[in-house]
């Protein structure tokens, strides 16, 4: 559902690509945290989403992959993660902080 809220608030907002740095596993849930990194005419940022696992989405993340994200052009450190690159993706993830470099 906060997915659903957050790609609806976010459909008019600047689109753009991003490349996953890390990946934390955590132990206590069945999910994973994205950690990637973008650019935008304000600078470079960098921000995180969570990856649940689902049976229906078996794709590995990499370290190195490419995602398609999007940014508020007036709050660029505003980000939420969209598909990778590849191809779509059913993954369900929750926007977070990010980080300005």
């Known amino acids: 559902m906060k997915r659903q809220k ?3 608030r976010s459909v008019h ?5 991003g490349t996953v740095h890390q990946i934390i596993w955590d132990s206590s ?3 994973e945290q994205m950690v ?3 650019s935008t005419d304000k600078g470079y940022f960098s921000g995180s989403s969570w990856r649940w ?3 229906t989405s078996a794709r590995e993340v990499r370290v190195g992959d490419r995602l398609v ?3 508020d052009p007036e709050t660029p450190e505003e980000s ?3 598909e990778f690159q590849e191809g779509g993706s059913s993954v369900i993830s ?3 902080v990010v980080k300005r470099f």
Do not use: H
């Open 69 to 71: 994200l999007r940014y």
């Open 36 to 38: 990637y990194s973008y």
């Open 80 to 82: 939420i993660f969209v």
């Open 29 to 31: 849930l069945p999910r």
């Open 6 to 8: 957050s790609l609806a």
């Open 94 to 96: 929750v926007p977070s």
């Open 13 to 17: 907002w600047s689109q753009t690509e």
């Open 53 to 55: 696992f689902e049976r």
